[in-house]
């Protein structure tokens, strides 16, 4: 009995305890914060003598460095019987060794330091990333500075990718995702140079010569903007670069005229014919480029159409309502050189794809004619105002979006004033540039699949042109 008695006190104390701390817990509902205040972070900016320019970031957390080279230069500006020069050229900089460094040898020297050397060239820009200890960086340095300046472009290496790339051609339509994505950019950008795509008997025109040609013209210090951040002094690193940069001389760093792509004058239905279950279905059209004074608030109405996942309108419709796909959203690329394309995109099985195509030309056609929801456009800038600190997650991201900001020629103040902007976007703003900047009337519509499995002819949305997927 007595021992009851001193649980039951135990058990009442407890209670009362529970009790009162419960009592000292405000409500979650009646909490209050002060507004999120978030800075763009700075990084400074130096010039060499041979005009390169060079933006710092100094991060003492970790003892790494690490560099990232834009470099004006791109498939854009490859000749047209010689789609594919760029990219190879971007591959074999790095795989091809340097004239000072055998290719088996660099290889095996950055295995042992623990540090990469990464190139690449795409449609705009090229690329030529390095990252080391800090321990390492003068050697790492010395070999990044003779990839970027003097690579061998070796003859077996340059052989080797460019058997790669055609095998990768031979096996490209294997996928018809990507089928579906390359017809339909090679039809928006029809007749302009982010149009072509590497094939059999470009790629075959190539030789090593091209590849040494090429990056004669278009690598030259005053062409490259490098993005610097780790555990180094300012003093040192600039006196480092100086050092293994300096007998760079400049070139002609004016980068070829290549005129704006022209619009698709009407709508047009491609079917690529394949054996499969499910339909790849793709649509789009012509979009804008970073200086369009309507970006942001082409951005929140994206976000609420397509672009904004499970809140958008073509998830919510198209795969929660109707469960006809597992995925289906938008894009509107902002171009930076170029103007970019608005696309629409889903899968779904060959027995819904015109009721699926019916629909999303439904949703987008809607976003033209009337106001969207106060929720709507409450979640949408809220999801991009607070996603965009995530491109600042360390010091690599920060000065390498102040790099790309300069290399594109983004106008200044443009990262500071984004979320204003995007909070300032309307209600009225959103249909105002829906009705500008979507035309659904005007769209190209890509279909990958089997049509005599389709649940309607595809000439139910117009005159059908089949495609090879070639």
Not at 112 to 138: P, R, T, V, Y
Not at 160 to 189: C, F, H, S, W
Not at 205 to 216: E, G, K, N, P, Y
Not at 371 to 382: F, Q
Request: glycine share 8%; aromatic share 8%; net charge neutral.
């Amino acid at each position: 009995m007595k021992n009851l008695l001193v649980i039951l006190v135990i058990l009442l104390t407890f209670a009362t305890s529970a009790d009162s701390r419960a009592a000292a817990l405000p409500d979650p509902r009646t909490l209050t914060f002060p507004p999120l205040a978030f800075q763009v972070p700075t990084a400074e900016r130096v010039v060499l003598e041979n005009g390169m320019v060079v933006y710092l970031l100094e991060d003492h957390e970790l003892p790494l460095i690490s560099i990232q080279a834009y470099i004006g230069a791109g498939s854009v500006y490859e000749p047209a019987d010689k789609t594919g020069l760029a990219g190879l050229t971007g591959t074999v900089l790095r795989s091809g060794g340097t004239t000072a460094v055998p290719a088996e040898a660099l290889d095996d020297e950055l295995e042992f330091m623990a540090s990469a050397i990464e190139s690449g060239i795409g449609a705009d820009a090229g690329s030529l990333s390095m990252s080391s200890l800090q321990k390492n960086f003068d050697r790492t340095l010395e070999l990044y500075a003779q990839v970027m300046t003097a690579p061998a472009f070796r003859e077996d290496r340059f052989v080797q990718a460019r058997n790669r790339l055609i095998e990768a051609i031979r096996r490209e339509n294997d996928d018809p995702k990507e089928v579906g994505d390359r017809e339909l950019t090679k039809a928006v950008y029809q007749g302009h140079p982010l149009g072509r795509h590497p094939s059999f008997e470009t790629v075959g025109r190539i030789s090593r010569d091209d590849l040494v040609a090429f990056h004669r013209r278009f690598f030259h210090p005053d062409n490259v903007i490098l993005a610097v951040s780790g555990d180094f002094d300012r003093k040192e690193i600039i006196a480092r670069l100086t050092r293994v940069f300096g007998h760079w001389r400049k070139g002609d760093a004016a980068l070829p005229p290549i005129p704006p792509p022209a619009p698709v004058a009407k709508p047009a239905v491609l079917l690529v014919k394949k054996d499969i279950n499910q339909t790849v279905i793709r649509m789009g059209h012509l979009g804008i480029d970073k200086n369009n004074p309507d970006l942001h608030a082409i951005y929140v109405m994206n976000a609420i159409l397509g672009g904004n996942g499970f809140n958008s309108r073509l998830m919510s419709v198209i795969r929660e309502k109707e469960g006809l796909a597992y995925n289906a959203g938008s894009s509107f690329q902002a171009g930076r050189r170029f103007p970019g394309t608005f696309e629409a995109e889903t899968e779904t099985k060959a027995g819904s794809t015109a009721r699926t195509i019916g629909l999303m030309r439904e949703l987008i056609t809607g976003m033209t004619r009337e106001l969207v929801s106060d929720a709507e456009l409450s979640l949408a800038k809220e999801t991009i105002i607070n996603s965009f600190i995530f491109g600042f997650t360390n010091a690599a991201s920060v000065v390498g979006q102040k790099a790309r900001l300069e290399y594109y020629g983004y106008p200044k103040g443009y990262l500071e004033d984004f979320r204003n902007r995007i909070a300032r976007v309307t209600k009225e703003d959103v249909l105002r540039v829906a009705r500008k900047y979507l035309h659904p009337d005007r769209m190209v519509l890509v279909v990958v699949g089997d049509e005599k499995r389709f649940d309607q002819p595809l000439s139910t949305f117009g005159e059908v042109r089949e495609v090879e997927g070639k």
